[in-house]
């Protein structure tokens, strides 16, 4: 068992679609252990993104990710940081596969509904971030 972060980002809250993509996450077997939602800041934001600060779409994803309130989830399950990474589907909302979170509430590469963490060291990176 290992456990993820998950967010799902100001566009999916806006959108009504909290419960619908909860659901796919429960409905793969996974496990919902903790999950707030609140207002990001750009202290966590800037921690949780590190990797992308001198990125030119940094300022606007920034932007995007205070435009509204997100859900903070930790999630456990066997192979969880994969397999959300998986039915999460790819970065890009108008590339990813169908029926994955992000075909299916995304609308581009920034307002693509969700973040999941991209390894085990990320997952625990961002875990201890978000619910320390
Ligand atoms: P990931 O969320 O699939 O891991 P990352 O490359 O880590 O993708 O990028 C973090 C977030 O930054 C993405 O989920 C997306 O919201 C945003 N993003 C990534 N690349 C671009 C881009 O080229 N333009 C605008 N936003 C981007
Ligand atoms: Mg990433």
Sequence with gaps: MVKTLVIIKPDAVKSKHIGDIISIYENNGLSIENMK?????EELLKKHYEEHID???YPSLVE???SGKIVVMEIMGEDAVDKVREI?????????????????YGSDIQ????????????ANR?????FK
């Design 37 to 41: 939602m609140m207002y990001a800041n």
């Design 55 to 57: 990125k030119s779409f």
């Design 64 to 66: 995007f990710m205070l």
């Design 88 to 104: 999460n589907g790819v970065t890009d909302s108008t590339k990813a596969e169908k029926g994955t979170v992000r075909n299916l």
């Design 111 to 122: 307002k693509n509904a969700v973040h999941g963490s991209a390894d085990i060291i990320d």
């Design 126 to 130: 961002e875990l201890n971030i978000w």
